[in-house]
């Protein structure tokens, strides 16, 4: 029997990387939309790790059931680690995503290329009713281009350039970019621990048996 995980996002991009990292995982997905009814989750951290844990606690606790979060954040070194946690809300809580692209690219104009360094950091947290959470992140380090090259993916993906594939990340397909982003990285190392975990609970019962 599948065992039913909420995902706590309303990003229809997130939830979509998700469900494709989770195939075979043997988890039915609920996005947190369907059950929500109007419920807010939180986002007040300064982390990543303490928004995906915030979030997916508030999940788990609201739906009675195991919960998965993750936050994401693009650091770049030229501008001081900006936008950082704040990546999703720092051009204007209201703001698309063409308009952070563009005000990332103003901020950088007088940069370099070699000089644009930056990373995308992704922590994805599981967290269960009561409190109980596991953890894990992943990093991807690239560098930012002077314009947006791609369609796929969302968000910052036009115009994050990955030097060893010679692409964007929005020129790759869905499968390739869960292959190697932050975000992948980040549930598969958050997925071992789980099955880590679901091993050892089967051979303590095995043993009290």
């Known amino acids: 029997m599948k065992k ?3 995902v706590a ?3 229809p991009g997130k939830l979509a990387e998700i469900t494709l990292a989770m195939a ?3 988890y039915e997905l609920v996005p947190w939309p369907a059950v929500a009814k109007g419920h807010v989750l939180p986002e007040s951290g300064t982390s990543m790790r303490e928004n995906a844990v915030q979030k997916a606690v508030a999940a788990a606790e609201y739906t009675g059931t ?3 979060a993750d936050d994401t954040g693009l650091v770049v070194h030229a501008i001081g680690g ?4 704040h990546a999703a809300r720092w051009a ?3 703001a698309s995503a063409g308009l952070r692209n563009r005000l990332l690219l103003t901020l950088l104009a007088p940069v370099p290329f ?3 360094t930056a990373e995308f950091r992704c922590v994805a947290c599981v967290a269960w009713p009561g409190g109980r959470v596991v953890t894990a ?7 930012i281009l002077q314009e947006p090259q791609g369609a796929q993916g969302f968000g910052y993906d036009p115009l994050f350039w990955l030097p060893d594939r010679g692409c964007t990340l929005a020129e790759l397909d869905s499968a390739e970019k869960n292959a190697v982003s932050h975000r992948g990285q980040a549930l598969r190392a958050l997925f071992a621990q789980l099955t880590a975990m679901e091993i050892a609970a089967v051979g303590n019962r095995r043993c009290v048996s």
Request: net charge positive; aromatic share 6%.
């Open 24 to 26: 075979g995982y043997g």
């Open 4 to 6: 039913t995980l909420v």
């Open 82 to 85: 900006r936008p950082g946690v």
């Open 92 to 94: 204007g809580p209201a």
């Open 66 to 68: 195991m919960a998965l």
């Open 137 to 143: 992140s992943g990093v991807l380090p690239g560098f």
């Open 114 to 116: 070699e000089a644009r």
């Open 9 to 11: 996002t309303t990003n």
